[in-house]
């Protein structure tokens, strides 16, 4: 009799654990879910106190690339020595483009604003429609920044079967400065 009440005790206390468990397992993977909002929340708010030094970082490194850009972007110097900065880029930009300028002519620079003038140069040259794209194209990666204001174009000479038409080409391409050099 002593085993058979052993069993029966057994089995009750088996009944009554799994009936126990089956009533907190929700409980515990609850709590659980829980914890692990807290935690990310923790995280989160950790984080967010760390946005403002964070900010003042991303700031200065703005700042940083901004004044870089300005630097690469804009000759300096005053208006003469940007003038000759100018005209020496635009005739190695031709070169590495194949094409020899005619006249280079000054032009009159301009005030954008209480800080940025532009210094154009008037440019009068001959080529085929293939080299004057190959000095446009080449124009677009100088730095500083040259920018092409006007252009003008007619035939010069017909294309012909065996050779393409002779463009007369004139442009107004300038430069970028800061008032006071």
């Given at each position: ?127 085929t ?23 003008s174009?007619?035939?010069q ?25």
């Amino acid at each position: 009799m002593n085993s058979r009440i052993l069993v029966v005790a057994i089995v009750f206390l088996s009944i009554l654990s799994f009936g126990y468990w089956s009533l907190t397992a929700e409980t515990w993977s609850d709590i659980a879910v829980a914890k692990q909002g807290y935690l990310q929340q923790k995280r989160l708010l950790a984080r967010l106190q760390q946005l403002p030094k964070r900010e003042e970082q991303i700031r200065a490194a703005l700042q940083e690339l901004n004044t870089g850009f300005v630097e690469a972007s804009l000759y300096a110097g005053d208006n003469s020595a940007v003038r000759t900065q100018i005209q020496r880029d635009i005739r190695q930009v031709a070169a590495s483009a194949g094409l020899n300028i005619g006249n280079m002519r000054p032009l009159l620079a301009r005030e954008l604003d209480d800080e940025l003038i532009f210094t154009p140069i008037q440019l009068t040259f001959s080529a085929t429609h293939d080299d004057n794209l190959a000095f446009l194209t080449a124009l677009e990666s100088v730095e500083p920044i040259l920018r092409v204001n006007r252009m003008s174009v007619s035939v010069q000479t017909p294309s012909e079967v065996d050779r393409p038409a002779t463009l007369s080409v004139t442009m107004e391409v300038g430069g970028y400065r800061l008032e006071g050099g």
